[in-house]
Nanobody, 124 residues
Framework: QVMLAESGGDSVQTGGSLRLSCAVS???????MGWFRQAPGEARFGVAA???????DYADSVKGRFTISQDSTKNTLFLQMNDLKPEDTAMYYC???????????????????RGQGTRVTVSP
């Protein structure tokens, strides 16, 4: 059974930084790994993803501020978030899928597997 477990969420002020981590268990190779977020009353929003070849992709609103990465074993996925803004406030989820080619199709937030989420709050 695939398991994804996020950590690192916190409350910060505008301009602050956070690093989210996702512990990955029992995930076969070939998956797109990513992060999506969801604020109360809003749709899922794909933030960043990294494909099976290690190529990252980002939503336009986070480019230059967020960085997605993996450790060498691919057992941990990270999301470094800098220059945080109040509109980044949401529950952040680690997710994985390989049903479709590449990672861009998953920026809707529709991943096969996801974790329980970690909360990020950015105050003005």
């Amino acid at each position: 059974q695939v398991m994804l477990a996020e950590s690192g969420g916190d409350s910060v002020q505008t301009g602050g930084s956070l690093r989210l981590s996702c512990a990955v268990s029992r995930l076969p190779s070939g998956y797109c790994m990513g992060w999506f977020r969801q604020a109360p009353g809003e749709a899922r929003f794909g933030v960043a993803a990294i494909d099976r070849d290690g190529m990252p992709d980002y939503a336009d609103s986070v480019k230059g501020r967020f960085t997605i990465s993996q450790d060498s074993t691919k057992n941990t996925l990270f999301l470094q978030m800098n220059d945080l803004k109040p509109e980044d406030t949401a529950m952040y989820y680690c997710a994985a899928d390989r049903r479709r080619a590449g990672c861009r199709p998953y920026f809707t937030g529709d991943f096969e597997y996801r974790g329980q989420g970690t909360r990020v709050t950015v105050s003005p």
